[in-house]
């Protein structure tokens, strides 16, 4: 069992960064694949960007290549995620999720908004 507790998320001007970070329990944390999805108001929940535990690969939506990062750290069993030059259109909730495989992700976090102004 995981349990994944997000936070970081919070209001800021477009162009501007936040750095998500996804606490997770459990001593088998190094052995999970990770990813970010998001939902914004009236649409369906989208994959953001995912990290396989066993390859070290990353996958990024084509909306936020270049300007997100996926990280994460291992010994603090914690995941994160670097948003830059952000847009409205990247205001969501943004959710952690960790499973055996990308394709099989069994734990969710509770969420944390994310609002880009213009």
């Known amino acids: 069992q995981v349990e994944l507790v997000e936070s970081g998320g919070g209001l800021v001007q477009a162009g501007g960064s936040l750095r998500l970070s996804c606490a997770a329990s459990?001593?088998?944390?190094?052995?999970?694949?990770m990813a970010w999805f998001r939902q914004a108001p009236g649409k369906e929940r989208e994959f953001v960007t995912g990290?396989?535990?066993?390859?070290?690969?990353?996958y990024y939506a084509d909306s936020v290549k270049g300007r997100f990062t996926i990280s994460r750290d291992n010994a603090k069993n914690t995941l994160y995620l670097q948003m830059n030059s952000l847009k409205p259109e990247d205001t969501a909730v943004y959710y952690c999720a960790a499973g055996v495989a990308l394709t099989s992700l069994d734990y969710w976090g509770q969420g944390t908004q994310v609002t880009v102004s213009s």
């Open positions: 990290i396989s535990w066993s390859s070290g690969s990353t």
């Open positions: 459990g001593r088998t944390f190094s052995t999970y694949s």
